[in-house]
């Protein structure tokens, strides 16, 4: 169920409403099943895989509360799913290229969100064991905890210490709704109005990459970039009004990552949930054995084959994290972030452009053609001609940066508050409508739905 469609709409006005009428005491119960219905409306036999995580987060959080020796094997059982779904056809395929022979896969479509539940439940199990006279919750706020749809498909990831008080008290938050439908209804914008038609042209476009000159190229490369800025924030935003509607604070996910002035400071802006968990669960288990600035490159190369399983990602993640390496080495990100000035702009320019460049093998479906755009983007076929579409994506591409800076969550809640509610809601209930009748006639997932 996709959040700018109507049939979500149903669904949110049904769930409001049973949540209005529902007995505190049953509140919980209320929320769980009402999110299982979200999950299956996508493929109802992966529901199993979901009651699973929850059982294993509720079983494993008690097990390592008092047995925190047993940690790495429940960590394993909880990966086992993620394994299995995402990345056995990628080692049989890798096998099959290396040894020339033949052999099996299953090719099961990936379950949606199974990679930020699994990273929600590591957190959970994690955090339990190290903190073990901590209150374990019980059933019913670690089952919300794992299910919670505004979060259930693609983050943002949570962590169970702070959200056991936030969904304790779960209610239509009637202070903080319209600031946060505001919010919903800009995440809804940036999604149909400019992420869906840039993203259709970087599809069509990097489809037949042989013949993209430098102009063409540097479309597909610059407009991949603002799609998935306005793409994957837009999920964010709308998750995080969600949630706020109903009185639960999910952390930001996004503070304005194209104003980063080095690569180290991109990924302290860019999905920082995620870049959070990594420092938190992967770099400083690595820093130890492997040093400092090796455990950031480990924890890049981790975090591209967390994004997908293909040599696209590993690739994509190894040179991120080669790039932040030297940046420790030289002290550069420190230097950048202190400039001012023409020195800070240049900074920004070419964090972003780097970014930009190096996107292009997050999206290309294999190596040979994010090379080949990219050589395009370098004149590798001349210079191409100004696409059809120029003067839209042109236009997209220079809003979307044009208000960059102002786009983080808490402006746009405060922005929203200024406004009386009988003025601000009638507003966003025809934005949203509007977008969710565009969407409707062109349904197009989030990107991160495939992660």
């Not at 793409?231 to 949630?243: E, P, T």
């Not at 180290?264 to 669960?281: A, G, I, N, P």
């Not at 190369?301 to 696209?312: E, P």
């Not at 042109?394 to 402006?411: F, S």
Request: glycine share 8%; with cysteine; net charge positive.
């Amino acid at each position: 169920m996709l959040f700018q469609l109507p049939s979500f709409f149903v669904f949110l006005a049904a769930f409001a409403a049973g949540l209005a009428l529902c007995p505190r005491r049953l509140v919980l119960a209320y929320v769980f099943l009402a999110s299982l219905v979200f999950y299956a409306w996508w493929y109802p036999p992966y529901t199993a895989l979901i009651l699973g995580y929850v059982l294993a987060a509720w079983i494993g959080g008690r097990l390592v509360r008092t047995h925190p020796r047993l940690l790495p094997v429940t960590v394993v059982a909880v990966l086992l799913p993620l394994l299995l779904f995402k990345y056995t056809d990628f080692v049989m395929t890798t096998l099959e290229e290396l040894s020339g022979a033949g052999l099996p896969h299953i090719r099961w479509g990936l379950p949606l969100g199974v990679s930020f539940v699994t990273f929600s439940v590591i957190s959970l199990l994690v955090d339990t064991a190290k903190n073990p006279k901590r209150p374990f919750p019980g059933f019913g706020i670690v089952a919300v905890y794992v299910t919670f749809f505004p979060h259930l498909i693609a983050g943002p990831i949570l962590r169970l210490h702070k959200m056991v008080p936030r969904l304790s008290n779960i209610r239509i938050d009637r202070g903080a709704f319209t600031a946060n439908a505001g919010l919903f209804a800009m995440g809804m914008m940036k999604k149909v109005l400019i992420a869906d038609p840039v993203g259709l042209w970087v599809d069509g476009a990097i489809a037949d990459p042989g013949q993209l000159g430098a102009i063409e190229a540097w479309f597909v490369m610059l407009g991949f970039a603002i799609q998935i800025y306005c793409d994957f924030s837009a999920y964010s935003d709308m998750a995080i009004g969600l949630a706020g509607m109903f009185g639960v604070a999910f952390p930001e996910n996004f503070n304005r990552p194209y104003a980063a002035t080095s690569m180290t400071e991109v990924w302290q802006r860019w999905h920082m949930t995620l870049s959070f968990w990594l420092r938190d669960y992967v770099y400083k288990y690595l820093r130890e054995p492997m040093g400092r600035v090796l455990a950031i490159l480990g924890t890049m190369v981790v975090s591209g084959l967390w994004h997908g399983a293909a040599w696209t990602f590993v690739v994509w993640g190894t040179i991120h994290g080669t790039i932040m390496m030297l940046e420790a080495l030289t002290g550069h990100a420190d230097r950048a972030r202190q400039s001012r000035g023409v020195a800070r702009a240049g900074f920004i320019l070419a964090t972003f452009g780097i970014w930009t460049v190096t996107a292009t093998f997050f999206r290309a479906p294999t190596l040979e053609v994010a090379l080949s755009v990219i050589a395009g983007g370098f004149g590798a076929r001349g210079a191409g001609a100004l696409p059809a579409e120029a003067a839209l994506l042109t236009g997209l591409i220079l809003v979307t940066l044009a208000l960059h800076p102002l786009d983080t969550v808490d402006r746009i809640r405060r922005a929203v508050a200024r406004v009386p509610a009988a003025l601000a809601l009638p507003v966003i209930a025809v934005l949203v409508a509007g977008c969710a009748m565009i969407a409707a006639g062109r349904p197009q997932a989030f990107f991160y739905f495939d992660f």
